[in-house]
């Protein structure tokens, strides 16, 4: 199953020191945002950022870099990498899918190089074949994703990880949010 929630969690949760994160527009980046703050890894602290100055000093933090020139930003990191390779926790740079940044990232091939198999499009994940994935969400859960929320709401299914994304992929499928 191709499942952007359980795709992001890994890249949260991953020892690379930067990771990347491209969104189809902004108010998908600030539900992404949203999810990643759920999705941290427990106990770690979960900073939204601007710059690369704003993230540089917090390498236990999960940082989430949302920056106005995303073109500057990557030409930026390109030129400062070695300043974060000792960052224990991921930061996540946000790039718009056509936009400035993912132009730029092309010409800068070491950043490039740096974030090959560390980067996750929720979107491109997202298209599904709806009748195929709620026919496998029962055949896995023995329940409709309705009925899943339904018992996840009323306490019946127990908060695990596996859960969590379960729920949210019942979401969706078009479960009641």
């Known amino acids: 199953m191709r499942d952007a929630s359980g795709a992001l969690w890994k890249l949260a949760h991953t020892k690379t020191p930067i990771g990347l994160v491209i969104y189809s527009d902004y108010e998908q980046r600030n539900e992404l945002i949203t999810e990643l703050e759920l999705l941290a890894p427990s106990g770690i602290q979960v900073l939204r950022a601007t710059t690369l100055d704003e993230a540089r000093p917090h390498p ?18 390109d030129g400062r990498r070695e300043q974060f390779v000792d960052r224990q926790v991921p930061l996540l740079l946000f790039l718009l899918r056509g936009g400035e940044g993912l132009r730029v990232l092309a010409d800068a091939p070491g950043l490039a190089s740096w974030l090959n198999g ?60």
């Open 118 to 177: 560390s980067e996750v499009e929720p979107e491109r994940l997202q298209n599904i074949d709806g009748a195929a994935e709620i026919k496998t969400f029962i055949e896995r859960t023995g329940k409709s994703p309705e009925a899943w929320l339904a018992a996840y709401e009323a306490g019946e299914i127990s908060e695990t990880f596996e859960n969590i994304l379960l729920t949210h992929r019942a979401r969706l499928l078009g479960g009641t949010p």
């Open 60 to 77: 236990r933090a999960l940082v989430l870099l949302t920056p106005p020139d995303e073109g500057a930003t990557v030409l930026e990191l």
